[in-house]
């Protein structure tokens, strides 16, 4: 993928990283979630298989659904 934005990077460990970020892949637009590793103390991150990509019509699906879980969150406490 060409051309991608990292919007937020969430650690997993000290190797293992989400990095949420906007690509362009065909011409087109997708919101990316993928894991990252590193195998030389963060100086290079490398993509895993393990991730999910979002096209832009998906994104109102996407934003419904966490704000249903931070109610949910908000509930147990």
Same mark, same amino acid.
Not at 16 to 36: C, D
């Given at each position: @993928?060409? +051309? #991608?934005? %990292? !919007?937020?990077? %969430?650690e *997993? #460990? +000290?190797t293992?990283? !989400?990095? %949420?970020? $906007? ?5 087109r #637009?997708?919101?990316? @979630? *993928?894991i &990252?590793?590193?195998? +030389?103390?963060g100086a290079?991150w !490398? =993509?895993?298989?393990?991730? $999910?990509t &979002? #096209? =832009?019509?998906? !994104?109102? %699906?996407?934003?419904e659904?966490?704000?249903e879980?931070?109610?949910? &969150? @908000?509930?147990?406490?």
């Amino acid at each position: @993928m060409a +051309d #991608s934005k %990292i !919007l937020a990077t %969430i650690e *997993r #460990s +000290d190797t293992e990283q !989400l990095q %949420i970020s $906007v690509s362009e892949y065909k011409g087109r #637009s997708y919101l990316n @979630m *993928r894991i &990252f590793y590193t195998t +030389d103390d963060g100086a290079t991150w !490398l =993509p895993t298989k393990k991730g $999910v990509t &979002f #096209s =832009p019509d998906q !994104l109102d %699906i996407l934003t419904e659904a966490i704000e249903e879980a931070k109610k949910e &969150f @908000m509930d147990e406490e």
